[in-house]
């Protein structure tokens, strides 16, 4: 089992060019429909923890909004419908010729529905009921990314429907997931990396593997469960599900170079909590993974003790037995701090449900006790790496000293305060750093962590944002004035500002007992095929 362990670990790390992750996009109230599925409504008799209010911060939440209606009203200006947005030259782009599947239109749609943006709100779904479009015939350029394709449109869909009530959601979720699923419909059940839309086949990835790598497979799981339990209809679950083999151990050899690690940790976490912890098997795989976290990633810097994690790397021929360290650290694992935080006070509560804001350490199990300790350090250790120019985090760093920048345990790559500037001194508008923070203020109301996510939030004002409207990508987080590249990414409307947003939101929005991801926790009505 450990070597397994070490095994994933191994794949999941190299590579850990990791797309972004997703989570917690909201879902507001429940379906009264479905109340009786909703854990936060079946805590009854756990009333001996007081519930703790947290009370919003009206100017800084206010001030969240009016950035993210910035930021809106530029793409809706010039690239309303395109998939991307290029706000320096105020122009979309789409990634197929044959015309955008709604990319950034969809991912914003919940964010508008928590943030109350009644207008906004009524144009983004007013262009989906008319335009959006999935017979896309993506051979003209690339084909549509399986992955990227599910997280962000087929999960943006089940989210605005899960908050809007608006069944015109399900019916493009349902036209979208029908024309996914012929990716799946491969000998070992793991889905093929790529779709052409309009056609329905699978596309094998031209340049790497034929295969979605496993880690990524995991991440479609709670998307198509979550359309499976609304629909009644268990092929979705199913075929989502098979990318697990028998034993509910993976696949081994069909993990190749697993970048998007990240986001498997996340899932395996959210699965379990999905299906309102009735599916063992993703938690034990949660709790192995952790250990394997705790034996070989977790580090400290040797001066000043700031946690990391680092990566290893494989070496010589016998790659399965023999590895490097690497001390590095892409800003995309930040995410892992908020989830072993959520892990800790969940899966590693003594008492499921019972565990106090802030958490009493007697409440959690050891390895929660682990778990949280680790969460809590790895996001200092992340605001450490907000210590630039600009006050903002580089796209990676690497933790070891350096003669250049003698006041910090790490440097950029290729990089000087000042410049000249590698490529990895990027600040691309990613969500990871707030995301944890979101989750640590919610889990200890400490309002260290607000003070934190305010600083991320004036340094994007102040550097990020663009005076013909929009925000854009920073070149080097280490040089003021900055050069901007040319690129709003989806995910600063879908997730860093909705993070920032919750952050400052009272503690009723998106309660994170009753989410686990952008989908509601739900007892399942189909049976899962494998168990422990
Ligand atoms: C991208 O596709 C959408 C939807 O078909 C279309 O409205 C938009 O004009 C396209 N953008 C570009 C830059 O071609
Ligand atoms: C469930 O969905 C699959 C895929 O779209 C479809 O082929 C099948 O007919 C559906 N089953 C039911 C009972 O609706």
Not at 171 to 185: E, I, S, T
Not at 339 to 347: E, I, K, R, V
Not at 400 to 429: C, E, F, H, T
Request: hydrophobic share 35%.
């Amino acid at each position: 089992m450990r070597r397994r362990t070490i095994q994933y670990l191994v794949l999941l790390f190299i590579a850990a060019v990791a797309t972004h992750l997703y989570f917690f996009s909201p879902s507001p109230q429940p379906d009264p429909s479905h109340s009786s599925e909703w854990m936060g409504e079946s805590d009854e008799g756990q009333d001996s923890i007081p519930k703790r209010r947290l009370t919003a911060d009206v100017p800084k939440r206010d001030a969240v909004v009016a950035a993210f209606q910035y930021a809106w009203s530029a793409y809706e200006r010039d690239a309303m419908g395109s998939d991307e947005y290029h706000p320096i030259r105020h122009q979309g782009s789409n990634m197929s010729h044959s015309g955008g599947i709604g990319y950034t239109v969809v991912d914003a749609i919940d964010t508008m529905l928590l943030m109350g943006l009644h207008e906004e709100y009524s144009r983004a779904s007013e262009w989906v009921r008319t335009s959006l479009r999935f017979d896309r015939d993506g051979r003209t350029q690339t084909n549509f990314m399986l992955y990227q394709t599910t997280i962000r449109v087929l999960g943006g869909l089940l989210s605005a429907l899960h908050l809007s009530s608006d069944e015109m959601y399900l019916r493009h979720a349902v036209d979208l997931a029908d024309r996914m699923l012929p990716a799946f419909d491969t000998p070992s059940g793991l889905p093929l990396s790529s779709v052409n839309l309009e056609t329905r086949v699978g596309i094998p990835d031209q340049w790497n593997q034929a295969y979605i790598s496993t880690a990524e497979a995991t991440t479609l799981q709670l998307e198509f469960r979550d359309l499976a339990q609304l629909t009644k209809n268990a092929t979705y679950w199913y075929k989502a599900e098979k990318v697990i083999v028998n034993d509910g151990s993976f696949a081994q050899s069909e993990i190749r170079l697993g970048s998007r690690g990240d986001s498997y940790y996340e899932y395996l976490l959210k699965q379990y909590l999905q299906t309102d912890r009735t599916e063992p098997v993703y938690l034990k795989m949660y709790e192995d993974s952790m250990q394997g976290v705790h034996d070989y990633l977790v580090q400290k810097t040797p001066t000043r003790k700031h946690t990391y994690i680092a990566e290893l790397i494989p070496k010589g021929a016998d790659w399965k037995t023999t590895w490097d360290v690497q001390h590095k650290q892409d800003h995309l694992v930040c995410f892992l701090a908020g989830s072993l935080m959520l892990g800790a006070t969940t899966a590693g509560a003594r008492t499921p449900g019972v565990v106090s804001v802030p958490p009493r350490m007697d409440e959690l199990s050891k390895t929660g006790q682990r778990d949280w300790n680790t969460g809590v350090d790895l996001l200092e250790g992340c605001m450490e790496t907000h210590r630039t120019a600009t006050g903002l985090s580089p796209e990676i760093v690497q933790f070891q000293p350096s003669v250049d920048q003698p006041n910090r345990d790490w440097y950029i790559k290729g990089s000087k305060p000042g410049g000249p500037a590698g490529y990895d001194a990027r600040y691309m508008l990613r969500p990871e750093t707030v995301e944890s923070l979101f989750i640590a203020w919610r889990l200890t109301g400490d309002v260290q962590y607000r003070t934190y996510a305010w600083g991320i939030f004036e340094a994007i004002e102040r550097h990020s944002r663009l005076p013909g409207g929009g925000y854009a990508t920073i070149v080097d987080v280490d040089t003021v004035p900055v050069k901007h590249e040319d690129k709003q990414e989806t995910f600063f409307l879908s997730e860093t500002l909705k993070y920032l947003f919750l952050t400052f939101a009272d503690g009723e929005k998106l309660p994170l007992d009753e989410y686990a991801h952008p989908l509601p926790i739900f007892r399942p009505s189909i049976k899962p095929m494998f168990t422990i």
